[in-house]
């Protein structure tokens, strides 16, 4: 049974680059079905899908963090990671990463979580 | 503002009905699928829908799903306090080449 945890650091000074990973276990990053991503959730707030990526490439991003984030897949250490730059007080979240079950976007739905982890941006 | 619309809240008592709908636009619900999900208090979100109305295994025949043009609406029936939690709407906005989420709905059960 796939599962996913999160890591990386809790706190991330302003201006500065988020960066986190996700280990998949139980099953191959590199499965034909998914899409692997992260959605971010501000103290008390929704949620936001930040992108996705295929383990070959293709990947999605939101368009309003479009110019600052970067999702890439490392098939050899079963993990896929995230790089948010330029942060902000504003990208203060919690930070899921997600598979999304489906190669075609329009039929996308997040299927498998993390547990979520959260990162502070302050100096 | 998020591009899909919830209402902040419903709530309901336990054993009743309770609706929550999701507005969007031809640009997102209108042709894609549309997925919800269940956020219990402190955990990571849970599929409770998907493809507009298909339930992971798992998932009770209580949660429901009735989509209509550019809205869809997720039905609980008899509801337990256990369904106290977020409820969240998502699909693909071809405009936006985006997942959008809704806004989020709050459900109390008193």
């Known amino acids: 049974q796939l599962q996913l945890q999160e890591s990386g650091p809790g706190l991330v000074k302003p201006s500065e680059t988020l960066s986190l990973t996700c280990t998949v276990s139980?099953?191959?990053?590199?499965?034909?079905?998914?899409?692997w991503g992260w959605i971010r959730q501000p103290p008390g707030k929704g949620l936001e899908w930040i992108g996705s990526v295929y383990y070959s490439g293709s990947p999605h991003y939101n368009p309003s963090l479009k110019s600052r984030v970067t999702i890439s897949v490392d098939t050899s250490k079963n993990q896929f990671s995230l790089w948010l730059s330029s942060v902000t007080a504003a990208d203060t979240a919690v930070y899921y990463c997600?598979?999304?079950?489906?190669?075609?976007?329009?039929?996308?739905?997040?299927?498998?979580w993390g547990r979520g982890t959260l990162v502070t941006v302050s100096s | 503002q998020s591009v899909l619309t919830q209402p902040p809240s419903v709530s309901a008592a336990p054993g009743q009905k309770v609706t929550i709908s999701c507005s969007g636009s031809?640009?997102?619900?209108?042709?894609?699928?549309v997925s919800w999900y269940q956020q219990l208090p402190g955990t990571a979100p849970k599929v409770l829908i998907y493809d507009n109305n298909k339930r992971p295994s798992g998932i009770p025949d209580r949660f429901s799903v009735s989509k209509s043009g550019t809205s869809a609406t997720l039905g609980i029936t008899g509801l337990r306090t256990g369904d106290e939690a977020d409820y969240y709407c998502g699909t693909w906005d071809y405009s936006l080449s985006a997942w959008v989420f809704g806004g989020g709905t709050k459900l109390t059960v008193l």
């Open positions: 997600a598979n999304a079950n489906n190669m075609i976007p329009a039929r996308w739905y997040f299927d498998l």
């Open positions: 031809s640009s997102n619900i209108g042709n894609n699928y």
């Open positions: 139980g099953g191959s990053i590199s499965s034909s079905s998914y899409y």
